[in-house]
């Protein structure tokens, strides 16, 4: 079978490597894909969103199983283009259709739903420009910090936890008149604030069956002991410790088995990844956000944790058949950390050169904003790469990780050094 992935990050290239283990794999492609992709499959230089671009790429080169990495794509409505194409309504589409991809792309929709469902998830209202002075009210009402997410995609950024309620006004005030987040933030959802830990459940889905995927805890901030700016993502660790299978179990009956029945009572086709968000609160998990989509870079250290076939599971998820498949995990612990580009999550400089890759032994390099110049591979991005490595728990993991980081070098290369402190 020919396989097209969608996307360019680290996510990508993990999807990549496992899918390029398997025995069902005839050619890859990955669009626009990474320097380290290039040596698994064939890099098209295409956007994700350019849906025509990509049905001409399907047919020229007989792929039957698109994978979507990113969410945008899918928040676009790229299932609901190849079902209603003549010519590209027999290919797989791995991500949900359009109205179901607003599970990330609305917070507020996601919370209806999670309300409608009996979902647990922290109390909330929604709020436009309209009725902004409703907003500072409740405010008032709520205590310090004060959670603001914007309701639409904001690239992992749009959302702030704030300590001071003038602040909060104010920055209400940014998001709604003024546009901080561009037009994500034309609805802004303020939420009680839940004090807790957090973690990150997967699960692929037909629809109506379900396999879990291993469970993740990634590091958001960009300094040492989790303050600074949000980035996209500086390290994962997988399994998460406090996640004990009784644990485990109030997730599966009280979030993940009332995700899936809800999306067949609301009639939301669903085929792909769902991503939960979770925060552990005394014993009770709540979610914090739905993901129509694998995380990143949670996927470094989820994809290599899975023993099956990657591939066939996709495809029986392609074929509603993933009642058929059951899912095999690794004993081993997996942990990754994010190399990035000096001044991310801010402005950084593209086009350094990356020295020590081939030097890499007992860990796996998955690269996200990378490029080749000149037969060298340089930085293309603020996220560079992430250095994958097992362990029998993930303190052993995270050592060989961080002994190979030293082998590696480009110019004002930036990593946190404190991945699982707080474990």
């Known amino acids: ?44 230089d295409l956007n994700p969103t350019n849906f025509e671009a990509i049905k001409q790429v399907v047919l020229k080169n007989n792929i039957k199983l698109v994978v979507v990495g990113p969410e945008n794509p899918l928040v676009k409505g790229i299932h609901n283009f190849f079902l209603n ?18 599970l990330e792309g609305s917070k507020e929709f996601a919370k209806e739903f999670m309300v409608r469902h009996k979902i647990p998830t922290a109390a909330y209202k929604s709020f436009t420009n309209k009725n902004l002075e409703e907003g500072y009210l409740f405010l008032e009402t709520l205590n310090s910090p004060y959670v603001l997410k914007a309701d639409g995609l904001a690239a992992g950024k749009g959302v ?44 692929l889905t037909d629809g109506k069956s379900y396999v879990n995927l291993p469970n993740a805890k990634d590091y958001k901030r960009i300094g040492e002991g989790d303050i600074g700016l949000n980035t996209g993502g500086m390290g994962a660790i997988s399994p998460v410790p406090f996640a004990n299978t009784s644990f485990m179990q109030i997730i599966e009956d009280q979030i993940i088995k009332p995700t899936v029945k809800g999306l067949q009572k609301d009639n939301l086709t669903y085929k792909g990844f769902i991503f939960f968000g979770i925060i552990k609160v005394g014993d009770e998990p709540k979610v914090i956000e739905y993901n129509c989509r694998m995380g990143d870079p949670e996927t470094e250290v989820v994809i290599p944790r899975i023993k099956s076939d990657f591939l066939e599971l996709l495809i029986a998820t392609g074929n509603n058949k993933l009642h058929t498949k059951t899912i095999e995990f690794k004993k081993e612990s997996a942990a990754t950390v994010m190399l990035v580009s000096g001044g991310y999550p801010e402005s950084y400089e593209k086009g350094k050169i990356i020295e020590g890759i081939d030097a890499i032994e007992n860990s796996i390099v998955f690269q996200a904003g990378t490029t080749t110049n000149n037969n060298k591979i340089v930085t293309n991005g603020g996220r560079v790469l992430t250095i994958t490595s097992y362990g029998s728990n993930f303190k052993e993991a995270l050592k060989k990780s961080y002994q190979n980081i030293k082998k590696i070098s480009f110019d004002n290369m930036n990593y946190r050094k404190d991945i699982g402190f707080d474990l």
């Open 1 to 44: 079978m020919n396989v097209l992935i969608l996307g360019s990050g680290g996510r990508e290239h993990a999807f990549a490597w496992k899918i390029a283990q398997s025995n069902l794999l005839n050619k890859l492609f990955i669009a626009p894909g990474n320097a380290g992709t290039k040596k698994l499959g064939v890099n098209l």
């Open 160 to 203: 702030l936890i704030l300590e001071d309620l003038q602040e909060a006004k104010n920055e209400l005030k940014e998001m709604l008149t003024n546009q901080k987040f561009g037009t994500a933030s034309n609805k802004v959802v303020i939420e009680e604030f839940l004090d807790g830990i957090e973690l990150s459940c997967f699960i």
């Open 85 to 102: 194409d003549a010519n590209l309504k027999n290919v797989a589409v791995i991500g949900p259709q359009k109205e179901a991809a607003q």
